[in-house]
């Protein structure tokens, strides 16, 4: 997989737990003492296992590999339809599917041969490009830290950062991109962009904003938005979709942050993950006054992508180990596992008539857009 964070993941936590948290922390000494020799990282890790850093890589992932294998003869698969995989000769990422009609697709798509775009996919894997989106923009990178736009770091290159995601209503694609100040260029903005499906005309409805994972409402009149201040005070802000006038805004409150907010098909509630000190929940906003319910209480377990289906709470978790999308029954308090992935799996939508779910599969060629039936009576309870 080509990821620093998951492959650093897995050899930092492998080591500590074969060899004991002091690995690293040897390591980091003996460089710190010896950096004048030529490996004093490599003779750090040495002194506490015995074996270079290659060889440590080695024996972790050989360990991995065995119990992973193990596990995956344990499980047991959910049947889907591939729309996308086997396609493409190079890693492709296609995330944030959506139902355009009964029979095609949105969904951006990245690789290590191209810069990101929105693409319109058939059933049968016919796809055009239907906008190219400018620089994108997500809320760790503005935050944290200022990017030079002249550097790599602040283009869309191929397979680097894509966007925080992808909402669509109506006739209308919406999505936050980075915007430069002219004057000063380490000062940045994000701004919310909308795409008309029918005329082809792009649009950036705010200006000097730092808004993050905009989400259109039903009617496309409105959009739900993040929005986080350069003094990091955030808040859920509800958009007019045309002028980009604020309507309503809601503080998250000190130290708590909305992430990737969508809302319900009725549009009378938002649905968002907010995360603070105790970790992450899934809140409702009542749009009309701001009061919040809480619905998922706080875990440290990843839950990302909330998305609400009649009266079904759709996302994104790790309970088995391995990321697949779950479902609460609000009804009834009921938990579920709808899909169960070799690798991972995310970002559900639901197809028109109800009957349909299309989501992202992960596989060694990238994120790919797999399809199976959205049918709660075959779904897993959480308990099993």
Known sequence: VPDQYNFGYQIVAGARKKYGPDIWKSAMNYTAKYPFIITPFNKGIKKVCGMSKEKLYRDIFNELDSSWEKQKKELSYNPFKEITAGKQRIYTNYKFPHYLND??????KSGMDDIARFVEI??????????????YTYESLSITRTIDPNTDDGKNSPNTYTTDNLSLS???MVWSERKFDKRWSLRDYSVIC???LKTGKTHQITRKSRYFAPYLFPDAQKIAAVEVTEDNTCS????????GNVIRKF????NSQFLTPSVSDNGKRIVSVMFNSKGKSIV???PADGSLKTIVQPTFDEITNPFLYKNYLLYNGVNSGIDNIYALDTLTGKVF?????LYGAGDIDVSPDGKKMVYCNYTPGGYQIAESDFNPSKWIPIEK
Do not use: C, W
């Open 251 to 254: 503080p998250a409150g000190e």
């Open 103 to 108: 029979s095609a697709f949105i969904a951006e």
């Open 284 to 286: 409702f906003i009542n």
């Open 337 to 341: 596992q709808l899909t169960s992935a």
């Open 194 to 196: 909308t795409y008309n």
């Open 122 to 135: 058939k059933r049968n894997g016919e796809e055009r490009t239907v906008h190219t989106p400018g620089f």
């Open 170 to 172: 109506k006739d209308f």
């Open 236 to 243: 859920m802000v509800i958009l007019d979709s045309k002028t």
